[in-house]
Nanobody, 123 residues
Framework: QVEMTESGGGLVQAGDSLRLSCAAT????????VGWFRQVPGKERESVAA????????KYSDSVKGRFTISRDNAKNTVYLQMNSLKQEDTAIYYC????????????????WGQGTQVTVSS
């Protein structure tokens, strides 16, 4: 069974840092791409970052570029999202997802999704 579990969310202040983790099964790890996405209630889902199977290539949305870093440790079946200089507008539920294909930030192309972890950045 393909399973992905996010963790590391919480309440922080603007300017703080937070690292999210996405623990995946071996089957999910073997997929070509893993991405991070976020959603605020009442708003459309937003792409954040994605990474290739071997971690050699990444892609970021303009809103987080320079502040967030996606990485993966395949030995631990885990993908990370390091979030620095957090802003109030980063508040959202963050999801990790996987797809058996090449690098992309198009969320509807991702097949397997976690249940999300809440990130709240106070002003």
């Amino acid at each position: 069974q393909v399973e992905m579990t996010e963790s590391g969310g919480g309440l922080v202040q603007a300017g703080d840092s937070l690292r999210l983790s996405c623990a995946a099964t071996e089957a999910t790890r073997d997929f070509g791409t893993v991405g991070w996405f976020r959603q605020v209630p009442g708003k459309e889902r937003e792409s954040v970052a994605a990474i290739t199977k071997d971690g050699s290539k990444t892609k970021y949305s303009d809103s987080v570029k320079g502040r967030f870093t996606i990485s993966r440790d395949n030995a631990k079946n885990t993908v990370y999202l390091q979030m620095n200089s957090l802003k109030q507008e980063d508040t959202a539920i963050y999801y990790c997802a996987a797809r058996p294909g090449p690098l992309t930030l198009v969320s509807i192309l991702f097949t397997f999704w976690g249940q999300g972890t809440q990130v709240t950045v106070s002003s």
